[in-house]
């Protein structure tokens, strides 16, 4: 599998960048600009997106030899993704323009950087999909992704399944569910979520 940091242009090396991010910090913004490649040396980070009514989705998460910040090297909109740390995260980031000059340079860098890309479009349309197909725990799940590991969340049902477009009875089901997959808690009207590697690697499942 080509690896990218194995392959940098000695030209290049002096512009790039070394980053260290704590876990559960935001690295890109939704709807900013940026002007660069992240390379993920070691850790890994949440991919989401947001929607028209300002939700925001967990599309899949990257690891050690994934990259983002490619897409706009092909546009020079706003980003559409949040990158969050799952985990303390070591990164090298390239500016656009060294990235563009380095894939005149290495056709491969080229097809990783679309495959890199197209996995990403691939895992936002599937999300489309299973809003008009997927059962009501997956709703859930993509729900919960916006909560951290082991804080009480004030719910209301009612509210909630109005939210999901679901029946009272579908999610209580969605919810005895999570809890016996060992995903969160719910007590006196307060959720927890106990295990958000759980969570991740379902909705992983789930988007192939």
């Keep these: 599998m080509y690896q990218p940091l194995d392959h940098i242009p000695e030209l290049l090396t002096k512009r790039t960048k070394k980053l260290t991010i704590s876990k559960n910090q935001t690295i890109l913004a939704a709807e900013t600009f940026n ?8 850790g ?3 991919v989401r997106t947001y929607l028209e009514n300002g939700d925001h989705i967990f599309l899949k998460e990257l690891n ?16 559409t993704y949040e990158i ?3 985990s303390d995260v070591s990164l090298l980031t390239l500016p656009k323009e060294s990235v563009k000059e380095w ?21 936002s349309s599937n999300y489309i999909v299973q809003q008009n197909q997927g059962t009501t725990y997956e ?12 804080q009480e969340i004030q719910l209301k049902k009612s509210e909630l399944a109005v939210t999901l477009n679901t029946s009272l009875r579908n999610l209580n089901r969605a919810f005895l569910k999570g809890q016996e997959a060992g ?11 106990i295990n958000k590697e759980k969570l991740l ?7 192939r």
């Design 35 to 42: 002007e660069g490649v992240y390379f993920i040396v070691s």
């Design 44 to 46: 890994k980070v949440a």
């Design 64 to 79: 050690q030899g994934n990259c983002f910040g490619e897409m706009e090297l092909f546009s020079e909109r706003r980003g």
């Design 84 to 86: 969050t740390a799952l």
């Design 103 to 123: 894939m005149q340079a290495d056709f491969k860098l080229t097809e990783y950087l679309f495959e890199e890309l197209n996995d990403k479009l691939i895992y």
């Design 139 to 150: 709703h859930l799940l993509h729900y919960l992704m916006r909560f951290p590991e082991n």
């Design 183 to 193: 995903i969160f808690t719910w007590e006196n009207k307060q959720l927890t979520i």
């Design 201 to 207: 690697l379902h909705l992983e499942e789930v988007s």
